[in-house]
């Protein structure tokens, strides 16, 4: 496919042919890149790879111009296709991703102290954000002992499935909690994950006033997870730091882990300069 069959298919559903010239060229490369964002960003929701005509049929799209605009990111190494044709996101990105990563302080200064708590703790850190609906891996640290954490890093999970979760909207108003678990509340893989919107605002506004939120195999079996809040000048949680680890570990040591994972979301703080909120 040539150069001009490709700018055409692009901008096939974005300008009208009489409303060429220098304006409506304009128009015509912001929706192609309108388009290819919408592919990208459906690959990243659902989190799998996926058809072209799954993507059309998605995005609303001409399945002609996702075929085109797919064709070209694979090209750009912005999108791979794997052996059986299904499109994933490509290498590419991930490069972008770590460049972004490098040029925030909070996360430069967050991944210092999350390598930290691993060593004194002797098990695997996450820090974690909030993505809408879910919680986000943002950066991980695995433990020196063999047991294995299923949520790698850019793992997205309800937030009502995790202790990172609650915390994350924690700070918000009871209200809004109690419409947001309403609406995203989720039955976990071990069905021990809370869905009841009302308990779980409760839950999260102690979890967040109290600077600790603990679960035990509510997402994952035999797996525990022990958070602490990293909370910005205007009091908002921004993201957690947790300790992930067998669930037996947990009752033995509770303490000992609390301890530690508040102390560390603290000199995060105040590297950043919120402990003063």
């Not at 909030?130 to 919680?135: A, E, H, L, S, T």
């Amino acid at each position: 496919m040539d150069a001009k069959t490709s700018s055409a298919a692009l901008s096939e559903d974005a300008v009208p042919a009489e409303e060429a010239g220098a304006k409506g060229v304009r128009r015509s490369r912001v929706s192609g890149i309108d388009r290819a964002l919408q592919v990208i960003d459906y690959l990243y929701e659902t989190g799998s790879p996926a058809g072209a005509y799954a993507i059309a049929k998605a995005v609303k799209a001409p399945l002609s111009t996702v075929y085109v605009i797919i064709d070209d990111l694979v090209e750009k190494n912005m999108l791979a296709r794997n052996a059986d044709g299904s499109i994933w996101l490509g290498a590419r990105l991930y490069h972008y991703g770590l460049a972004y990563a490098r040029s925030l302080d909070f996360m430069s200064v967050a991944t210092h102290e999350m390598h930290d708590l691993c060593r004194e703790a002797g098990e695997t850190v996450q820090v974690c954000g909030r993505d809408g609906d879910y919680m986000l891996v943002l950066a991980m640290a695995d433990g020196p002992s063999h047991f294995q954490v299923a949520s790698r890093v850019g793992t997205r999970v309800p937030l009502n499935w995790t202790a990172s979760g609650r915390l994350l909207v924690g700070h918000l108003p009871e209200g809004e909690r109690v419409e947001l678990f309403k609406r995203c509340a989720r039955t976990s893989p071990t069905g021990r994950a809370e869905i009841d919107a009302r308990t779980l605002s409760d839950t999260a506004g102690k979890a967040f006033d109290e600077r600790l939120s603990i679960q035990v195999a509510e997402s994952d079996y035999a797996v525990a997870c022990i958070a602490s809040p990293i909370v910005d000048r205007d009091n908002q949680c921004v993201a957690t730091i947790s300790i992930v680890l067998p669930e037996q570990k947990v009752f033995s040591d509770e303490n000992h882990y609390a301890e530690h994972v508040r102390a560390s979301a603290r000199r995060i703080e105040k590297l950043m300069g919120w402990r003063n909120h």
